[in-house]
């Protein structure tokens, strides 16, 4: 996982003066309503001002590095416009780290300029928010949408395939039934659903595995929802009553992940 590696990076950089990292989590969450009025930017503001304030007095090399750092991390928020994520984490150095992380799980408003990345908040997150699979279930469709740290990795949809009795990944030729045959599909599905889902749960354990899943949560039907936890080796963590298969997955993911 991408974040797991980046973890594994930093925490065993270490910097010489006058050269260090910033570390910084910045909480950017409109929704917060401490942030209504775009406070995001007065913290960062007086966050650099403090520390500039700091380096000039005590070290002027250090306070160059950090005037050339602020230019990059402006330019780069100047960039995103008014497409804010809830929360962003930085770490920069004068010397080529550039690492920008988009999260949409909230963060304390922190900064750090030390020789080493303060990464104690990045790795309580990847605990709290662990690599996760959200199932949506639907009658005779299924998406899988994986997340780590409440940040959408992959998406895949599955269909039932009625001639060959199996489930296709919707990207594969499948062949889609005739609107007239669209009945008789669901009358086979509801017929045949304990050995059809029994066959899902068996995939989406090699799924689990190949793809290191710590959780799994399903959102259908209760009937569905318990045979796969019924047939699955790797435990489900929650089962929510709720058809979302068709809603925009990062509104889903949004609203799970408070439920889960």
């Given at each position: 996982?991408?974040?797991?590696s980046?973890?594994?990076?930093?925490?065993y950089?270490?910097?010489?003066?006058?050269?260090?990292?910033l570390?910084?989590?910045?909480?950017?969450?409109?929704r917060?309503?401490?942030?209504?009025?775009?406070?995001w930017?007065?913290?960062?503001?007086?966050?650099?001002?403090?520390?500039?304030?700091?380096?000039?007095?005590?070290?002027?090399?250090?306070?160059?590095?950090?005037?050339?750092?602020?230019a990059?991390?402006?330019?780069?928020?100047?960039?995103m416009?008014?497409?804010?994520?809830?929360?962003l984490?930085?770490f920069?150095?004068g010397?080529?780290?550039?690492?920008?992380?988009?999260?949409?799980?909230p963060?304390?408003?922190?900064?750090?300029?030390?020789?080493?990345?303060?990464?104690?908040?990045?790795?309580?997150?990847?605990h709290?928010?662990?690599?996760?699979?959200?199932?949506?279930t639907?009658?005779?469709?299924?998406?899988?949408?994986?997340?780590v740290?409440?940040?959408?990795?992959?998406?895949?949809?599955?269909?039932?395939?009625?001639?060959?009795e199996s489930?296709?990944?919707?990207h594969?030729?499948?062949?889609?039934?005739?609107?007239?045959?669209?009945?008789?599909?669901?009358?086979?599905?509801?017929?045949?659903?304990?050995r059809?889902y029994?066959?899902l749960?068996?995939?989406?354990?090699q799924?689990?595995?190949?793809?290191?899943?710590?959780?799994?949560?399903?959102?259908?039907?209760?009937?569905?929802?318990?045979?796969?936890?019924?047939?699955?080796?790797k435990?489900?963590?929650?089962?929510?009553?709720?058809?979302?298969?068709?809603?925009?997955?990062?509104?889903?993911?949004?609203?799970?992940?408070?439920?889960?």
């Open positions: 996982m991408a974040i797991d980046l973890i594994n990076k930093l925490q950089v270490q910097l010489e003066p006058p050269d260090k990292i570390s910084l989590y910045l909480n950017t969450d409109m917060d309503p401490e942030q209504q009025g775009g406070e930017k007065i913290a960062l503001k007086s966050g650099f001002s403090r520390l500039k304030e700091y380096l000039a007095a005590s070290d002027p090399e250090e306070e160059k590095c950090l005037d050339g750092i602020k990059k991390m402006n330019q780069y928020l100047n960039a416009g008014k497409d804010m994520p809830r929360s984490v930085f920069v150095s010397s080529g780290i550039w690492e920008p992380i988009k999260l949409q799980v963060v304390d408003t922190r900064f750090y300029w030390e020789e080493t990345a303060v990464l104690d908040q990045l790795k309580g997150l990847r709290a928010y662990p690599s996760t699979a959200f199932i949506l639907q009658q005779q469709e299924v998406k899988i949408i994986e997340t740290l409440g940040e959408i990795e992959a998406v895949e949809r599955y269909e039932y395939d009625m001639i060959n489930w296709k990944n919707c594969s030729a499948v062949d889609k039934a005739p609107p007239f045959e669209e009945n008789r599909m669901r009358e086979h599905v509801t017929e045949n659903q304990s059809l029994k066959r749960a068996a995939s989406l354990d799924k689990a595995a190949a793809k290191r899943w710590e959780r799994m949560v399903i959102a259908g039907d209760k009937e569905t929802a318990d045979i796969l936890d019924q047939h699955m080796n435990p489900i963590h929650s089962k929510i009553q709720k058809n979302l298969l068709n809603e925009n997955e990062h509104k889903v993911i949004e609203h799970l992940i408070k439920e889960a």
